[in-house]
């Protein structure tokens, strides 16, 4: 019975995904970012009220995979698409897929390297990537030129890159000051810019932190 919580939690994730594709169908926008956030805070709680029963298992993991491709591959990429990306014709269709299938590419790898990859994200991952495209919508500013297909591309190929993201646990992959610096003034001139502290804040700033990191990481390797 214990399995039952957190499995709902997971089943809970997916529903708010679906949830926000039909929602992004609609029309309706904001509540298609707002469902696909709240699918991210089911993600965060099924894992911890897994270890908190003692229940983790594989088929939990296969579970949450399979529901973290919706909500946070498929339902960004239609919200994305039914937006803005359709007045591109074929090539807003193509980065739809290809977010979707980074993610789906990034799941994968991730259930493949569980055992390898420890103490740091390989990759930018999956629901902060899809809150990322989600809390922008949910800004309510309206997407003008390319820079949003720009962006939406090359959150799509972080989620498939080598670039290692914190898992802010304490260990593994060390949080280097001047980054930490530089996405911190970014952050705080986005708040002076918006006039207000919304969510995309945060997961820009965090997706924007990783490739900063890692830069310096390797800068500071070829001067050893």
């Known amino acids: 019975m ?3 919580i957190p499995n709902a939690l997971t089943a809970l994730n997916l529903v708010f995904g679906v949830f926000a594709i039909i929602s992004a169908y609609h029309g309706q926008f904001l509540q298609a970012g707002t469902l696909i956030f709240a699918a991210m805070i089911a993600d965060g709680l099924d894992g911890r009220v897994a270890r908190y029963f003692g229940v983790s298992g594989d088929f939990g993991k296969e579970l949450d995979s399979l529901c973290d491709l919706v909500s946070f591959g498929v339902a960004p990429g239609f919200l994305a698409y039914v937006l803005v990306l359709n007045e591109l014709g074929f090539i807003g269709m193509a980065i739809a897929a290809l977010f979707a299938t980074c993610g789906a590419l990034r799941l994968a790898r991730f259930n493949v390297n569980v055992g390898i990859v420890k103490g740091y994200f390989m990759g ?4 902060a990537a899809g809150c990322v495209i989600a809390t922008f919508i949910m800004t309510g500013l309206k997407p003008q030129g390319i820079w949003f297909p720009i962006m939406m591309s090359i ?3 972080l989620m498939v ?7 802010f646990k304490g260990k593994g992959e ?3 000051l001047i980054p930490a610096i530089l996405t911190l003034a970014l952050a705080a001139y986005l708040i002076y810019t918006f006039r207000q502290i919304n969510l995309f804040i945060p997961f820009f700033s965090f997706a924007l932190f990783g490739i900063l990191n890692t830069a310096f990481a390797l800068f500071d390797k070829s001067n050893s």
């Open 2 to 4: 214990r399995s039952i």
């Open 155 to 157: 959150v799509a190929l």
């Open 174 to 176: 060390p949080i280097r």
């Open 161 to 167: 890159s080598t670039i290692r993201y914190p898992d």
């Open 124 to 127: 930018l991952p999956i629901p």
